[in-house]
Every structure is written in structure tokens, then in C-alpha cells.
């Protein structure tokens, strides 16, 4: 059986009258769907409980069907498949998008395949992230499988006996050989009182070696620099340039 679309659109228009006729509560009586929809646009405008639900009501009426009918007029406010957004819940997404591209671009000047293990050791030991990315990019540069003419392996370059004593049991494993590296260099700076020029003579050569110079800071160190050996002197330098590439 088919529907006639005029004869369905007269049947609900004569509904929704009587329904404005029984609930109109002034007394007055309406003609048309028409006037039960514009006291429906007032019922609906006054509900201001939030400025997110007052956007989204604003939204759905701009809708309207050009009969008035009412349940043309709340269907893009309730149907639950709609795709219409608020003006305001558009400039928070458009806000968060910017935020969090500003906060992945200021992380540093130059990334690395291993930032999440820097970040956690940094965090972990206490140890500036730019000052891990350093060294790593001085010893291997950031090759995690490099071997020395001394036997030295992995990101941070640690010898068998210092992995073994930090309790690495895969030096070329990237997890493990820079939460070792970066807790070696942490020990380091805390017996050096923080003085980092020490701490990275003290990585590279050795700490028993830069004790044994009788310095306490930076500037003594500097100044019997040549007395340690010239690999670790070119160190510090490096660690030191290249630090400058890793800091925000």
C-alpha cells in the first residue's frame, strides 16, 4: 500500500496542532504546526544551563524545515547518528590539535629512534635528557651494535666489566645499556658534586684517574686538562657541542 506524501504531511500538521491546542498554558489557541514549533524555538532557546548544550540547540534549529514541522526541527538535536558539532566543541579540538603539536615540536631540535628510553632514564637517574643524547651521539652515534678497538659496546659504550657490575646482561640491547649508561654518568656527576666537565672526564677516562688530578671543579679541571689523556680531553668538547644540538 503506498502513502500519499501530501495526505501523511496534513495528518501530522493536524497532530501536532491539537498537541499545541491541549499544552498551549496561556490560553490561546494556534492555528498551524507553525506557532506550536515557534513556542517550541522559545521553550528550547531558554534552556541556557550550559553554553555547550545553548551552541548545540543553536546548530540543530538552524536546520529547520521550511514547514515547521516539529519533529524536523528536533531530529538533528537528538538523533544520535548526527554528525553536527558546536561551535565550541570545534575551537576546543582545533585548540588541543595546536597545543599538542606545539609540545611534540619543542621536545628537542634533533630526535632520536630511542627517545622514549632517554626520557625514562632521565627521569629515572636525574640525568638532563639533552646530556644522555650527548653522549650517546659522541660514543656510537646512536648506533646501538658499535663495538671499540677496546671492546667497548652499544649506545654508551660500556666496557664488559662496568656492564657487567651495573647488571646489564646485553650490552647491545638499547634499554638496558642506556639505563646503565646514563646510572653510570649520574654516579659519576654525584661524586663530582654535579661539576659536569668532571663527570664526562670521568666517563671517558675514568673516575680513579680524574681523583688522582686533586681538582674539585670545572675550572681546576680545565686548567690540568692536559694532563689526562688527549682522547678524553677532545671528549668533553664534543659532549659539549653536541649537547647543544639536543636542548629545547
Same mark, same amino acid.
Given at each position: 500500500?503506498?502513502?500519499?506524501?501530501?495526505?501523511?504531511?496534513?495528518?501530522?500538521?493536524?497532530?501536532?496542532?491539537? @498537541?499545541?491546542?491541549?499544552?498551549?498554558?496561556?490560553?490561546?489557541?494556534?492555528?498551524?504546526?507553525?506557532?506550536?514549533?515557534?513556542?517550541?524555538?522559545? +521553550?528550547?532557546?531558554?534552556?541556557?544551563?550550559?553554553?555547550?548544550?545553548?551552541?548545540?540547540?543553536?546548530?540543530?534549529?538552524?536546520?529547520?524545515?521550511?514547514?515547521?514541522? /516539529?519533529?524536523?526541527?528536533? %531530529?538533528?538535536?537528538? &538523533?544520535?547518528?548526527?554528525?553536527?558539532?558546536?561551535?565550541?566543541?570545534?575551537?576546543?579540538?582545533?585548540?588541543?590539535?595546536? =597545543? &599538542?603539536? %606545539?609540545? @611534540?615540536?619543542?621536545?628537542?631540535?634533533?630526535?632520536?629512534?630511542?627517545?622514549?628510553?632517554?626520557?625514562?632514564?632521565?627521569?629515572?637517574?636525574?640525568?638532563?635528557?639533552?646530556?644522555?643524547?650527548?653522549?650517546?651521539? =659522541?660514543?656510537? *652515534?646512536?648506533?646501538?651494535?658499535? @663495538?671499540?678497538?677496546?671492546?667497548?659496546?652499544?649506545?654508551?659504550?660500556?666496557?664488559? *666489566? =662496568?656492564?657487567?657490575? /651495573?647488571?646489564?646482561? &646485553?650490552?647491545?640491547?638499547?634499554?638496558? &645499556?642506556?639505563?646503565?649508561?646514563?646510572?653510570? /654518568?649520574?654516579?659519576? +656527576?654525584?661524586?663530582?658534586?654535579?661539576?659536569?666537565?668532571?663527570?664526562?672526564?670521568?666517563?671517558?677516562? %675514568?673516575?680513579?684517574?680524574?681523583?688522582?688530578? *686533586?681538582?674539585?671543579?670545572?675550572?681546576?679541571?680545565?686548567?690540568?686538562?692536559?694532563? +689526562?689523556?688527549?682522547?678524553?680531553?677532545?671528549?668533553?668538547?664534543?659532549?659539549?657541542?653536541?649537547?647543544?644540538?639536543?636542548?629545547?
Amino acid at each position: 500500500m503506498q502513502i500519499d506524501p501530501s495526505g501523511s504531511r496534513q495528518l501530522l500538521e493536524l497532530q501536532l496542532s491539537n @498537541v499545541a491546542n491541549q499544552t498551549n498554558v496561556s490560553g490561546e489557541t494556534t492555528g498551524s504546526s507553525v506557532d506550536f514549533a515557534n513556542m517550541m524555538d522559545g +521553550l528550547l532557546s531558554a534552556d541556557t544551563s550550559s553554553s555547550e548544550a545553548s551552541s548545540s540547540t543553536s546548530v540543530g534549529l538552524s536546520k529547520r524545515s521550511s514547514d515547521g514541522l /516539529l519533529w524536523l526541527q528536533l %531530529g538533528s538535536l537528538y &538523533n544520535s547518528d548526527s554528525n553536527t558539532i558546536s561551535s565550541s566543541s570545534s575551537e576546543s579540538v582545533s585548540l588541543s590539535s595546536l =597545543t &599538542n603539536t %606545539g609540545a @611534540v615540536d619543542s621536545t628537542s631540535s634533533v630526535p632520536t629512534d630511542f627517545e622514549s628510553l632517554i626520557a625514562s632514564a632521565s627521569a629515572k637517574y636525574g640525568v638532563p635528557e639533552s646530556l644522555i643524547k650527548a653522549v650517546i651521539d =659522541t660514543e656510537s *652515534g646512536f648506533n646501538p651494535n658499535v @663495538v671499540s678497538s677496546a671492546g667497548a659496546k652499544g649506545l654508551m659504550q660500556l666496557m664488559d *666489566g =662496568t656492564a657487567a657490575g /651495573l647488571g646489564i646482561s &646485553n650490552a647491545f640491547d638499547p634499554a638496558q &645499556n642506556i639505563d646503565a649508561g646514563t646510572k653510570y /654518568l649520574s654516579l659519576q +656527576l654525584q661524586r663530582f658534586g654535579g661539576e659536569v666537565k668532571m663527570a664526562l672526564a670521568a666517563y671517558n677516562a %675514568g673516575p680513579g684517574r680524574v681523583s688522582r688530578l *686533586g681538582v674539585s671543579n670545572d675550572s681546576e679541571l680545565m686548567s690540568v686538562l692536559h694532563l +689526562l689523556p688527549a682522547e678524553t680531553q677532545a671528549y668533553i668538547s664534543k659532549v659539549e657541542k653536541a649537547q647543544s644540538k639536543y636542548t629545547a
